[in-house]
Structure formats: structure tokens, C-alpha cells
């Protein structure tokens, strides 16, 4: 699975507590040869790795032990190096696993606890800049799933919807003297309804940018029957055949994205010069870090691919040389900025990512604080 999949209920149910032990398994990947032809090895050797963990556990019995061995094994004959991306991670306990394939790195690591280790999904979900799209017609309505990466149909929420037919009525259009007009139609205004209806509820639980493309009257009409759409990010005043492939959606919407992703961006630059001015602004790692803590982050800008290891000592973070891991010392961290950006979200924080260097005069990281 990848990031498209990473619903806010899906997270939810990944953090949720399992009988010990609950076996999350990471590691860096690449794309291309001949890079990629390491990763076999280097998956076999973590799942051989996972194992000795598991045998070496005295609170693991030998059942559940070959339990999560057999599910391993199941997940590793559904990684496909067609779809790798940078990193893998692969979730397992006695009677389940799962196999996440992400555009954003992640340390070699294998975990034991009562609860799958999720900051690298979080944070991949966080970087892909997930959107939805709706395009509308007087009889139908689509669900369209967006991220950096493409644009997809989504089936969810009761989305794509249809208009019911109703048959032509003769005796209706002599009363009225004409056919009336689609969108003001009282059939067409129901559906209407209906969709603004099903998107309040999607948005309610995944919230997401909007955006909604359809001719002017069909906009005009969602607007008028509802609210949900009134808070799209961008709007694009387009005929939606029901058909419509996904490169034209994308096309059409195209402008559109860029305006937005402008507009997140000036929007972002201007939280953190407010926070400066009201010294309410933390910058760099361990200045950030503490904040999040604290619970005082309200927003943190992240650069685009902004990944360092560190060691915690006394609740700070210090810098250790390039190469360093886990595997020498339990206080070491290498996915720093993952964790922080979990434990962000978790506090009801935004997090954007920004280009590169665009924050190289706070270390790769800043933020605006609450209080």
C-alpha cells in the first residue's frame, strides 16, 4: 500500500494497542537500478534480524514467534521492487502484516511494542500534500483522491454519486409550459443536496484542500444547496463529463494547484514573520523539538528533504556524526524529524514542507508557537 491509503482512520487504527508483540520493520529503498538491487539483502537480513529479536524475547512464546515469522514471510512475497519507492515499512503480529511502500526515506529499524511505529507513514502522508477534487455535472459526481504524485478516483463516502433517472412526464412540461431548466430543476437541486451532504461528512473525516471543477451553474448550485464546498482552496470552471480521464482532470486543475500551493506558501511565510514579531517563533531542531513537547507548535515548516540523526541527552537533541545508528546506542534517533512531526500532528499542529533551503538559516526547520 502506499500513501493514498493513509486515511485518518486507517492512522487511528494503526496506533491502536495490540497484544505484544506488535513488529514494525523499516528501511530505506530505492527506486532505480542499480541501486535497488540491495534491497532484497537488506530486507532478508532485517526479517532474519526480526526473528533473533523475537526468539531472544522472553515475554514472545514460541508460537507467536512462528506466528510472525509466517506473516513476514507473507509480506515479503507481496513487496513489489516495481513499486519501490524510498522507503519500505512492513507491519506484522501473530495475525496480520502489512507492507507500506513511501516517497520519503526511512532508517533501517526493527521495533517491538504493544503498538505498530507509524511516524514514518504519518510523515510521508504529511510530505505527499494530499488533496481532494470533486467534479460535478447535473447527474453526476466524482471523487477524485490527489496527491504530488497523480490523481486518482476514489471510491468512498458514498462518492461517485449518480442522479437517478427519472422518466420524461409530458403532463409535467405542459403545466409548467417547458422543460425546466437543469439546475433549477427540483430533482437536480435533491442530488445536489446529496453530494453536499457526503462531502461535508468526507471532509469531516479526512479533511483535506478542496477543490471542485464543473460549469458555472453547477458550481453556483452546490454553493447554493450547501457549505461544503464553499471552502475549496481553488475552483475551476470546467464541463465534468462523467468520464473524464484522469490527465485531463489533472490538466485542468493544474492551474489551480499552483495558485493554491502559492497561496500555502505566502501563507506559511507570513505565520512565521507574525510569530517572530510576537516571539512566538522557535528555530532548528532542538528549539522546535522542545516546543512540540511542550505542546506550544501551532505551525512547523519542514524542508522538503530535511532528515538528520541525533542523540537525545536531557531532553536535547545533539548532532552525531554522519553514519551513526540506533544500533550503537539506544538514544540515538534517526528519524528525529518523522517523530517530531507524529508528535506534532498528534497535538493538533500544521505541518507544511517547504523547498529546500528555503529555511537554511534555521537549520532545515522552524515554527510558529501558540504561546
Known sequence: MDTDALTAGVLRELRATRPYPALSLTMPTHRTAPDNAQDPVRLRNLVAEAGHRLDADPRVSRETAAAIRAELDRAVDEVDPRRALDSLVVLATADEHQVWQLPRTAPERVVLSDSYLTRNLVAAKAQARPYWALTVAADHATLWNGTDGGIEVRETGGFPLTAPKEPPNPQREERIGDTPSTFTDEDTRNFFRTVDEKLRALLAADPRPLYVMGLPPALSLLDDVGESAKA????????????????????????????????????????????????????????????????????????????????????????????TTAAEDPEIREDIVDELIEAALDGGADVVFVEDDSLAGHGGIA?????
Open 232 to 323: 475549496a482552496v481553488g475552483r475551476v470552471a470546467k464541463g465534468a463529463p462523467a468520464d473524464l480521464p484522469p490527465a485531463e482532470v489533472l490538466k485542468e486543475l493544474r492551474p489551480a494547484l499552483e495558485e493554491g500551493a502559492r497561496q500555502a506558501t505566502a501563507d506559511v511565510g507570513r505565520r512565521l514573520d507574525n510569530a517572530r514579531s510576537a516571539h512566538t517563533f522557535a528555530g532548528g531542531l532542538d528549539e522546535v523539538w522542545a516546543a512540540v513537547r511542550e505542546g506550544r507548535v501551532g505551525l512547523i515548516a519542514v524542508e522538503e528533504h530535511f532528515q538528520t540523526t541525533v542523540r537525545v541527552t536531557d531532553g536535547h537533541l545533539e548532532p552525531v556524526p554522519e553514519g
Open 367 to 371: 515554527a510558529a508557537l501558540r504561546f
